[in-house]
């Protein structure tokens, strides 16, 4: 049987994909094993055995706790991969309706699903659902489970760009007592959504024994501290303000990457007169938008300038913001007509079919390039932004009430450990927050980006959890949506300052 190194909860497309129930099935008065035959699958054995099509979740539980005691059964770790010969264990229709009533698998309870192994298990909670993400993720995995092989890894991701679904659910579990052993937290300010003297165990434990203050670059430490402890242990570092672009579409046209917001125009123009879509974004994740304009912010105001946004030493009503939002707005002026309906690396899509010239997004861009196979692309810092560094890090924390914390305090081991780091990565787009790492192992734009974390100013994102707090962001990406569909600069910039009010930053 297929091994896969966990189980991506990915909820609503499992959903999407499964046939709704078309006659109620005799119940099952008895549990039975049963041999996999041609053609089966578990939701078809759900609707079979039961009349509910999404009790196989209740099959794959009975049937990976059954692997447990006896390893004829199969063990299942993704629904949708059985095989013909696989032995299950259907349990009785009192027991998959009992099983059923208390599991929500879009709440990290997905460890119901597997069998206890003689060290436990160890639940890891993400928003890495897909591309070079997932493939980053599951290295380092593959990592632990090599040091750790008695211990089930649970990947219980849930779909969202920048977490958007996620960090939602994740908040109702903490309240609730029931997270999951370890969390995908981005550094900086985002950790005071969780009130973390409440919810998480500060882990200044692992930074001394690991020697981690040591590997990590200063800036980065002091985007990890927050209350003069450190809440989480980082994996990488991303670059927001990058402009990608199709390099045989820029050749074509005798084009090379804009600097300046000028320059922006006249690419622009120039590929429009071409009949090529110039600028691509995709909006429908509510995030992308936001985070485009921190990169037209730091563009447009320099480095000192905006870090001051997020501290109250610059104006947001001031005309340096004003002028931001005129060139986010220019910008908009060339983008896609359908970015509503798209995710970010649906408009990406423009760039890979040769359809579109230029977008703007961080450097996990790179990693989903590489998943999809696509080489020709160039990059560039996004216009008035050379020099600027618009950083992110995701890092992992421990919960207080984490169910296996020795084996979530090894997870966070293997994160910032070098070969750890260097089995994400790579494939991820990012660079390692570690400053040991060999850059041979990585590709040409990755070790640009290390040329310049090392070289440019580095200004905290806001989007991305650095800069300011969770409500904070909320309210910031809310203006700028709205702004995104009205153009209206005095009203964004009215919406702007009273978000810093309410932040208690501003006055």
């Known amino acids: 049987m297929k091994k896969f190194p966990g189980i991506v909860v990915l909820l609503a497309l499992l959903l999407a994909i499964v046939p709704a129930t078309v006659g109620a ?40 706790q059954a692997h447990g005691k006896d390893a004829s059964y199969a063990k299942i770790d993704n629904p949708d991969t059985i095989e013909v010969g696989d032995k299950l264990s259907i349990p009785a229709q009192a027991e998959a309706e009992a099983f059923m009533a208390t599991f929500d698998p879009s709440m990290f309870n997905v460890g119901d699903l597997f069998a206890s192994g003689a060290s436990g298990q160890m639940t ?32 219980a991701t849930v779909a969202g760009g920048a977490g958007t ?16 052993d370890t969390f995908q937290l981005h550094a900086g300010l985002e950790v005071e959504t969780y009130s973390p003297d409440k919810y998480l165990s500060n882990v200044d434990d692992i930074y001394a024994s690991e020697g981690l203050e040591e590997a990590f670059p ?13 809440w989480g242990v980082p994996v990488n570092i991303h670059r927001s303000n990058v402009l990608w672009y199709n390099k045989a579409v820029f050749e074509a046209n005798g084009l090379t990457a804009p600097t300046t917001f000028e320059e922006f125009v006249q690419v622009a123009d120039t590929l429009e007169a071409a009949g090529i879509q110039p600028y691509v974004i995709g909006t429908n994740g509510g995030w992308e938008a936001p985070h485009v304009f921190e990169d037209v912010l730091a563009g447009t105001l320099g480095p000192e300038a905006y870090k001051g946004l997020w501290t109250g030493k610059t104006d947001w009503t001031g005309p340096e913001v004003a002028k931001a939002l005129e ?31 230029m977008m703007i997004m961080g450097d996990w861009t790179d990693g989903w390039f590489t998943s999809k196979g696509f080489t020709d692309y160039g990059w560039a810092a996004s216009p008035g932004a050379q020099g600027t560094f618009v950083g992110l890090s ?65 200004v905290p994102s806001v989007v991305h959890g ?24 005095a009203g964004a910039q009215a919406g702007l300052q009273q978000a810093c009010v309410d932040a208690g930053v501003c006055q």
Request: net charge negative; aromatic share 12%.
């Open 394 to 458: 995701d890092s992992f924390a421990l919960p207080k009430d984490a169910p296996n914390p020795e084996n979530a305090q090894n997870w966070l081991k293997v994160c910032g450990s070098k070969e750890g780091q260097e089995a994400f990565n790579p494939k991820k787009g990012s660079i390692c927050a570690r400053t040991d790492c060999d850059a041979s192992l990585f590709n040409e734009y990755l070790q640009s980006a290390m040329v310049d974390w090392n070289q440019d100013a580095i």
């Open 327 to 357: 060139n986010f707005k220019m910008m908009l002026s060339y983008a896609n007509d359908d970015h509503p309906a798209l995710s970010w690396d649906g408009a990406g899509e423009y760039l890979l079919s040769g359809k579109g010239g």
């Open 466 to 489: 650095a800069a300011a707090i969770e409500a904070w962001v909320t309210d910031y990406k809310d203006v700028v949506t709205l702004f995104v569909a009205s153009g209206d600069v």
């Open 124 to 155: 890891l909670g993400s928003w890495w659902t897909a591309g070079g993400e997932a493939e980053g993720l599951a290295g380092m995995i593959r990592i632990y489970e090599e040091k750790y092989p008695d211990v089930e890894v649970i990947n």
């Open 25 to 64: 099935a005799p119940p099952q008065q008895d549990g039975e094993d049963y041999t996999v035959q041609a053609n089966d699958w578990l939701s078809k054995l759900a609707d079979k055995f039961y009349g509910d099509v999404n009790a196989y979740w209740a099959i794959m539980a009975a049937t990976n």
């Open 165 to 180: 679904n996620f960090k939602a659910q994740l908040a109702t579990r903490l309240v609730g007592g029931a997270p999951p």
């Open 218 to 230: 200063a800036d980065l430490l002091a985007m990890l501290k927050y209350q003069d402890h450190y």
